[in-house]
């Protein structure tokens, strides 16, 4: 038998993903029969008798119906037994390095979001977190553990250059150093990839991105199998706070039913427009793990949901700096915007925006270029999507050359 919202299915094999997105999480409210959840705001919950909640709920910041069923549906979709939102990505990364020790030490791909970079450099470091970054971890794992490394930290697609790393490999050296593996899959979505079914302990999103798709929630989660690690994450999120609304979990939970549809549809455009990039005399290079000529092609078929290279590219650009920020101010369609994974495309300038805080040197070694340009597809018409990007390239090098 197969339960999905507590009820029984004879079919005993486990629901695609399509079924899971529209149905784990969202049970029939028993009382009214909707088959969509209320919006539960309340922030405490009333007490028969003392120290005895009438229902399951006490207290909003420890637990909420809405974040309850969120959680429950992004753990299905990501083929785990546990998941914690908060309320940003960013503070999901938060809580996992703070779960580390004083004087803890963490390996980590040098090719980060910015604001990880930041995170780690900057905040970890105060209270007493070191970060070793790499940019070959699959070659630099073994030699770059310390006594006192406890963790490996992972973005696979790297941000913003889409570098792969081979989870399995990685985590099988981490592993046998007792050393847990974070995977940041906010560029994959759990459509594309389920790190945990590779080897990794925690996979985490900025659920702001793919996950709930319509960017007007900021929001984040880490999903995980391993009950010790659960029950120390789960102990940080009440106890810093840092978590999402009622209507954040309801408005990310209604995005998350269509991920399939959507993140399908941006996985088509990317690769077109990756296919017409590449072939552009004004274009220098294009970074994304859905074209042949990538070197990362191989592992993205081993990695990727139907080897789907994502919704996610990046290109660098003829005319440097001035024709990348020229481009971004082009573009009709597609939008000049920080962020991701929405229904709208969006262009950025990764040097000057998201990683702008990354000192040049450091940020140059890893492929992050003044000229390099980042895409995130929505769910435009691609014909639509590639004439504009593709006008607005001939137009951005022709008026800076």
């Keep these: 038998m197969t339960v999905i919202n507590g009820n ?3 079919n005993a094999t486990v629901p695609g993903f399509g079924t899971l997105a529209v149905h784990a999480g969202s049970p029939v ?3 009214t029969g909707a088959v969509i959840e209320p919006i539960t705001l309340s922030s405490t919950f009333a007490q028969s008798e003392v120290g005895k909640p009438i229902g399951e709920y006490e207290y909003s910041r420890a637990d909420n119906p809405n974040r309850r069923n969120f959680e429950t549906a992004v753990a299905a979709l990501e083929k785990a037994k546990h998941a914690l939102a908060f309320s940003s990505g960013s503070a999901a990364t938060a809580v996992i390095l703070q779960s580390l020790g004083s004087g803890s030490h963490v390996v980590s791909v040098a090719d980060v979001y910015g604001g990880t970079h930041r995170y780690f450099t ?12 790499t940019n070959n971890l699959e070659g630099d794992i073994t030699s770059s553990i310390e006594p006192n490394t406890r963790l490996v930290w992972i973005e696979s697609p790297s941000n913003p250059t ?12 981490a592993h046998a150093h007792g050393i847990p593996v974070v995977v940041d899959n906010t560029f994959m979505s759990p459509y594309v990839q389920n790190p945990l079914t590779l080897g990794a302990d925690i996979v985490m999103h900025s659920v702001t991105k793919f996950i709930n798709g319509h960017s007007d929630v900021v929001m984040g989660i880490a999903a995980l199998n391993r009950d010790d690690l659960h029950e120390k994450l789960r102990f940080l999120q009440n106890a810093i706070g840092a978590i ?9 939970h209604r995005g998350l039913k269509t991920m399939k549809l959507r993140v399908r549809e941006a996985c088509r455009n990317a690769t077109a427009l990756a296919n017409a990039l590449e072939a552009s005399d004004k274009v220098i290079s294009v970074n994304y793990p859905g074209l042949d000529s990538s070197p990362y092609r191989e592992l993205a078929k081993k990695q990727h949901r139907d080897g789907l290279g994502g919704g996610m590219l990046s290109f660098r650009i003829k005319g440097g700096g001035r024709a990348a920020n020229r481009f971004c101010q082009l573009t009709r369609v597609a939008t000049l915007a920080e962020s991701l994974g929405g229904i709208e495309s969006l262009v950025e300038v990764p040097a000057s925006m998201t990683h702008a805080g990354i000192p040049r040197e450091q940020r140059e070694s890893v492929g992050v270029y003044d000229d390099l340009i980042r895409v995130s597809c929505g769910i435009e018409e691609a014909e639509d999507l590639l004439a504009d990007v593709l006008r ?3 137009e951005a090098v022709q008026e800076t050359a």
């Design 162 to 173: 889409l570098k792969l790393v081979n989870i399995g490999q990685v985590a099988a050296v």
């Design 29 to 31: 409210d028993p009382s």
């Design 244 to 252: 999402p609304s009622p209507f954040d979990c309801w408005l990310a």
């Design 392 to 394: 607005a390239i001939d």
């Design 8 to 10: 029984r299915h004879a």
């Design 122 to 133: 900057k905040v970890a470091k105060a209270h007493g977190v070191s970060v070793t970054f």
